[in-house]
């Protein structure tokens, strides 16, 4: 009796997996700014790493598919975002570390509310690739971002970095490379305006506020926008301006100075 031989099967491959073809963001720096962009890019589809050393703040939480804290600069990096404003110390680590590990035409912005990108650009040995820009916690919500170019920065980089920040909605305007640059450096004197008219009696916050927001038409407060933005943060512009300029009119508000080392005392009386 003959016996049927059984046809062997080929063992067929199993599809391979799409790849991500997404670009991948690497952003470093204080926590509440890193939550705010890391946030916005994971949105518009980018692959997100990030990473908050020395952060006095927690860090964020906003581990996802698309989003994940790490020390390390992923080799695969196309973009970099620096959002250091308060420890310029730390700022300059991270920057000489994003420097050394990215390659040489890999752009870098980096906040310049608090030191100017020039000066930034001075910390670097590929000093071409790094652009300035306008960041502050809250802002990165707004459609407008100010970029500032660097002494150094080629044309090629500035349209790398408009063409980023159109990736995720924003309008953009490009401005000189300034201390506190423009709305950020309006929006701090302003606040700290408000604190000298506390410190004086003139009104109080919850009278300031309401004033502002109704006579002038301004969606909030200074008082209730520096707390939205962080003291910390709006000190840090002010302190900044004050000794790049050295004028009275940039002079910090004693009061401000305390609040930022005990709290907003106003909210404990």
Known sequence: MKTKKVKSRKKQPR????QDTRAVIYIIGEAANVAEYARICSVHGYN????????????????????KDEPRVPANASFALELTNVDLDQKRRNLEMLDRALPSTTAIVSSSVTVTATEQASWMRHKLRLVGCSALPTFADKPLIEIAPTVFSPAATVQVVQTFFRSIGKEIELVQDRIGMVFPRILCQMINEAAFALQEEIAQPQDLDQAMVVAAGFPLGPIAWAEKIGLRQVYAVLKSLHRDLGEDRTRVAPLLTQMVLSGTWWKRT
């Open 15 to 18: 599809p391979a997996r799409p």
């Open 48 to 67: 997100v790493f990030y990473h908050c050393p020395g952060s006095s703040e927690p860090a964020p939480s906003l581990e996802s598919g698309t989003a």
